[in-house]
Nanobody, 127 residues
Framework: QVQLVESGGRLVQARDSLRLSCAHS????????MGWFRQAPGKEREFVAS????????AYSDSVKGRFTISRDNAKNTVYLQMNRLKPEDTAVYYC????????????????????WGQGTQVTVSS
């Protein structure tokens, strides 16, 4: 069983930077493609960013492209989300998720392919 634990969320000011971390409990982290999703109050969960098993392929939503960077450290079983130039509309609970695929180098934006999810970490951006 895989457990994902997010950390790093907090209250920040607009235009600040923040880095989220997601620790993967299993010994097979490098075989999982990873993603970040978020859900704002009253809104549906949405895709933010994803990264393939080796880190060679990434994907971003249009709303964060150029501001957020996803990365992973397979030696530390951790995936990161570096968020720069934060905006109030980035306020949400951020979730880390993981999936395996037959095609190792994938970075899906579809939540239904993700098998494991973390509990989320709150990011609040004040104006």
């Amino acid at each position: 069983q895989v457990q994902l634990v997010e950390s790093g969320g907090r209250l920040v000011q607009a235009r600040d930077s923040l880095r989220l971390s997601c620790a993967h409990s299993g010994r097979t982290f490098s075989s999982y493609n990873m993603g970040w999703f978020r859900q704002a109050p009253g809104k549906e969960r949405e895709f933010v960013a994803s990264i393939s098993t080796s880190g060679g392929r990434t994907a971003y939503s249009d709303s964060v492209k150029g501001r957020f960077t996803i990365s992973r450290d397979n030696a530390k079983n951790t995936v990161y989300l570096q968020m720069n130039r934060l905006k109030p509309e980035d306020t949400a609970v951020y979730y880390c998720a993981a999936y395996r695929s037959l095609l190792t180098e994938t970075a899906s934006s579809y939540s239904n392919v993700y098998t494991y999810w973390g509990q989320g970490t709150q990011v609040t951006v004040s104006s």
